[in-house]
């Protein structure tokens, strides 16, 4: 995350002056990223919009993506992302530059119009190139990326008993001979667990996990006391490489602690699925709580 929690927010019109830039963001059905800047700086300028991909921990910061800022009117810019090139799979901070050598400024969060991914507008094209702007934590304007060559988009989750039941569509592949749900235990040498898939034409398909399956991994239910998390994936034929499951194609870059689902409690131990930080579809196996 870039910087520290900023104390001196802009202010959107109609509530005082701007201190900092904001940011209206747009993602349309034809892949293209919208940034519409409000900015006083005088016609004659020429700021550019800076998205700078956040390094993984202990790794130094890469070259960002530039692109001009077109003067729209008085204190209005815009800048235009094509779908292509895609941005790298990732955070991304937003912010804007004035002069060479001026020091960037972080982009402050406006209205986000994502309606196009909501209904899969972005889901038409492979590889599958997604980006999402959202509010980070410390009030500024950041992007979510993902680029998959292959994806399974998870849709509705069903919770019952000691069972979940998932639906799925495929986007860079289709269902064939040999088509399965697979559940792999992460960890160098994790087992896999296979389940069959119901199909529903060439990309749409459901799978049921009997979390009874995983616990005869771990000798039963109170076995072991580390918690162990499974990964969902599809094989959309027999000999295919395998496409992780995963939910990309809305308007939450961070559903981890949006979407909490049930716990089914069997003997000692506590299973439900959940997203990860990536929006991964998995499974998590825990001792239950004792007391």
Not at 135 to 164: N, P, Q, Y
Not at 247 to 274: E, N, Q, S
């Amino acid at each position: 995350m870039s910087g520290g929690t900023d104390s001196g927010a802009g202010v959107r019109p109609g509530g005082g002056p701007v201190e900092k830039p904001w940011a209206d963001a747009t993602v349309d059905e034809e892949g293209r990223f919208v940034v519409r800047v409000r900015l006083p700086l005088p016609a004659s300028a020429r700021p550019r919009l800076l998205l700078q991909p956040r390094p993984r921990k202990g790794q130094s910061e890469e070259t960002g993506r530039v692109t001009a800022l077109e003067h729209m009117g008085e204190d209005e810019w815009r800048a235009v992302l094509e779908a292509a090139p895609a941005l790298p799979e990732g955070r991304w901070d937003a912010y804007v530059l004035g002069a060479p050598g001026e020091e960037r400024t972080p982009l402050l969060p406006g209205l986000r119009d994502l309606r196009a991914l909501v209904s899969g507008g972005d889901g038409r094209r492979t590889p599958l190139a997604v980006r999402i702007p959202y509010a980070t934590k410390d009030g500024r304007l950041a992007v979510r990326a993902w680029l998959r060559t292959t994806h399974a988009e998870a849709g509705r989750i069903a919770v019952s008993g000691h069972a979940m039941t998932a639906r799925a569509r495929l986007f860079g592949a289709r269902l064939g001979e040999g088509a399965a749900a697979l559940l792999h235990r992460r960890g160098t040498d994790g087992p896999v667990r296979q389940i069959a898939l119901q199909a529903e034409g060439e990309r749409d398909l459901s799978f049921t996990v009997d979390y009874r399956e995983l616990l005869a991994e771990r000798g039963g239910p109170a076995a072991g006391a580390a918690q162990e998390i499974w990964d969902v994936y599809v094989r959309p034929e027999a000999g295919a490489s395998r496409i992780r499951v995963a939910r990309l194609l809305d308007d939450v870059a961070d559903r981890k602690a949006v979407f909490v689902y049930p716990a089914a409690t069997l003997g000692g131990v506590t299973v439900r699925p959940y997203y990860t930080v990536d929006n991964d579809l998995s499974v998590t196996v825990a001792p239950a709580p004792t007391g």
